[in-house]
């Protein structure tokens, strides 16, 4: 089972808004991203946890804040967001933080900012 | 700098027939590789993976080839189905990398029925 789930689906959301973002996994990973896509880009890295541990924040705006209650769930907490954030955002976890462990890919989250 | 290169946007495949997508990188400290398929609104899928040690690795209709000296890979598949018709994403590491997958721009395939 390489499953990675996400919620929601969709979210619209206004600027002045908070809302999370919510990534599951049960592969026994122990690493996991967030990602950013945009239309016919590639996903763009915003941060790895390594071990429940956030050990790359890729020069991420303070408006987008992960969190790792536990080794199988990664948040994204969101807050006056602009409207260039508008996005898909992906959830991603492999065995470890390493060059070698395939990462596996969650459905997405297809973010509005209005 | 782009390290890895997918320099064909789009690609058009009559079903049935073989379908061949390639990637060029220029970072020699890479060693691991791998293709991803993705559907619009979709996560990517992980499709296969080579290591820098070996020079092709085959899963189902899916081969992937690695020439190293060259710092090119490709991605086959064979036979081309409609379910094949997605945007494909090269990514590579390496050891040292930063936990980063390094990505191309994507090719899309079109199966054309």
């Known amino acids: 089972d390489t499953e990675v789930t996400q919620t929601p689906k969709h979210l619209v959301m206004g600027m002045t808004n908070k809302k999370s973002l919510k990534c599951e996994q049960h592969m026994g990973h122990r690493a996991m991203y967030w990602y950013k896509q945009k239309a016919k880009k590639p996903p763009e890295l915003m941060f790895v946890y390594s071990y429940e541990k956030l050990s790359i924040n890729e020069s991420v705006p303070s408006r987008f804040s992960p969190e790792c209650p536990n080794s199988s769930l990664l948040n994204l907490h969101l807050h006056a967001l602009q409207p260039e954030d508008s996005a898909l955002y992906l959830c991603a976890s492999s065995q470890e933080a390493g060059g070698t462990d395939t990462q596996y890919f969650g459905p997405g989250t297809r973010l509005t900012v209005l | 700098d782009q390290q890895v290169k997918q320099n064909s946007p789009s690609l058009s495949v009559q079903e049935g027939r073989i379908s061949i997508l390639n990637c060029d990188y220029t970072?020699?400290?890479?060693?691991?590789f791998l293709w991803y398929k993705k559907y619009p609104a979709e996560g990517p899928t992980f499709l296969i993976s080579?290591?820098?040690i070996k020079d092709k690795n085959e899963d189902g209709r899916f081969t992937v080839f690695l020439n190293k000296s060259a710092k090119h890979l490709s991605l086959h598949i064979v036979p081309s189905q409609p379910g094949d018709s997605a945007v494909y994403f090269c990514?590579?590491?390496?050891?040292?990398?930063?936990?980063?997958?390094?990505w191309g721009a994507g090719t899309k395939l079109i199966i054309k029925p």
């Open positions: 080579i290591s820098s």
């Open positions: 970072n020699s400290m890479f060693d691991y």
């Open positions: 990514a590579a590491s390496a050891w040292d990398s930063n936990y980063q997958l390094i």
